[in-house]
């Protein structure tokens, strides 16, 4: 139980856990950090004497609040112009990736229901007791078994089978800004698995490719179009980066449009290529990386 001057130290000590889960639910940093906000409102009003677990009382609450977003954030998710990535939770190099969700199992994860994305997150990645869940989603705990269970059969195939080497992924990432700027369409060929798949995301307010480019054939027409026109060599990467666990990268493109690129890589070969354009969802990257960047020198 908490004393009368403890619930705000309480709160913050859970706060980053707290926002993690709610983008893992909502893939919005954005509307992660309302929920948060909301889940301290109603923080405040509690008698806390009678909280056993701020952990686990927090937790309940963002998940259903959560679920509330997730009922209006489904259709707009049906409206969406073009392919919707989740906004980048990006990381350097060097800093720890915080749970091992990737990119591609954020993707997976849009394909189940709320009650199955979070019986599995609260289970899998949080590891918050069956008993606790089930009273979050007010169902039995047999109940949220079977949930998390149908889950993790339908995200199986998008999780990966082989940990990814941390330099190799930030070197292969290198290799491949070097060759997709210089033109090299030989090289980036020679990265590519034959199923790559290329995925963009402009949400209507940037240039990307409507529908996902899949093959290496076609991957490789679309890289040497790109190559054909000089300006590709005036994008500067601004910070090496691992977006949702894949290495990647932020950069400026011609135009002054801002970008970040994942690769999802398998066997030393890259089978997904994930842009971000959507201004709305790279501010806070502007933010922290893009600074300077209209005159800032090219670094390779």
Not at 35 to 47: E, M, N, P, S
Not at 90 to 111: Q, S, V, Y
Not at 260 to 278: D, H, K, M, P, S
Request: glycine share 8%.
């Amino acid at each position: 139980m908490l004393t009368a001057d403890e619930p705000t130290g309480a709160f913050e000590a859970e706060r980053p856990r707290l926002v993690r889960l709610a983008y893992r639910m909502l893939g919005s940093l954005g509307e992660a950090e309302d929920v948060v906000q909301d889940a301290w409102i109603r923080w405040r009003q509690v008698d806390h004497s009678e909280v056993a677990s701020p952990g686990a009382f927090l937790s309940r609450t963002v998940t259903r609040l959560c679920l509330d977003v997730m009922k209006s954030a489904r259709v707009q998710r049906e409206t969406y112009f073009g392919t919707w990535l989740p906004e980048p939770l990006a990381t350097t190099p060097e800093d720890d990736l915080g749970d091992d969700i990737t990119l591609t199992l954020m993707l997976a994860l849009e394909r189940l229901s709320p009650l199955e994305r979070a019986a599995f997150i609260l289970h899998d990645v949080f590891g918050v007791p069956l008993d606790e869940i089930a009273a979050t989603l007010d169902r039995e705990a047999s109940a949220v078994r079977q949930l998390a269970s149908r889950a993790r059969k339908h995200v199986q195939a998008a999780k990966p089978r082989f940990p990814l080497d941390r330099e190799e992924g930030t070197r292969i990432a290198k290799a491949f800004f070097e060759a997709s700027t210089s033109g090299d369409v030989a090289a980036l060929r020679a990265m590519l698995a034959d199923s790559v798949v290329v995925h963009s995301d402009g949400g209507g307010k940037a240039h990307a490719f409507p529908r996902p480019i899949v093959g290496i054939e076609r991957v490789s027409r679309m890289f040497e179009g790109v190559a054909r026109k000089s300006w590709i060599q005036q994008a500067r990467k601004l910070q090496d980066l691992w977006i949702d666990g894949l290495p990647g990268y932020f950069s400026l493109e011609p135009g002054d449009a801002f970008q970040t690129v994942a690769l999802e890589i398998e066997n030393g070969l890259i089978v997904g290529i994930y842009f971000t354009r959507n201004p709305d969802k790279l501010e806070r990257l502007v933010e922290r990386f893009g600074g300077g960047a209209a005159t800032s020198p090219t670094t390779h």
